[in-house]
């Protein structure tokens, strides 16, 4: 009975979101949109370096039950730096099309 109505919430969800279209928040200067994109590319390369360090089968002192979780941190602490200091150049594109959609200026 749960499944059947959590089927139905999800359906209704995804309807009202289809009808709305996406929700945006609105960024009021450029600095907003930089940051906004900073955290987008900070999603990305995490994902990106959870790809690419893959699972360890590796058998050490420090694997565990918990390995995967702090592994998982260590990745999303990883990506924030690496947008901070520039990334892969997504942010900036980010921001910019963010300040075009919502029509900010370069110089707010």
């Known amino acids: 009975m749960d499944g059947l109505l959590n089927g139905q919430v999800n359906a209704a ?3 009202s979101q ?3 279209g996406p929700r945006v928040n609105r960024v009021e200067t450029a600095e907003q949109a930089r940051q906004v994109g900073e955290e987008f590319e900070a999603v990305f390369l995490a994902q990106m370096l959870e790809h690419m360090m893959g699972e360890s089968t590796e058998d050490s002192m420090f694997s565990g039950a918990g390995q995967g979780a702090w592994k998982g941190m260590l990745n999303e602490e990883y990506a924030k730096v690496m947008a901070k200091a520039g990334g892969i150049g997504l942010a900036d594109d ?3 099309e963010v300040m075009r ?3 900010i200026g370069e110089d707010q």
């Open 18 to 20: 289809a009808q709305e």
């Open 101 to 103: 959609y919502q029509d």
């Open 94 to 96: 980010l921001a910019r």
């Open 13 to 15: 969800l995804l309807q």
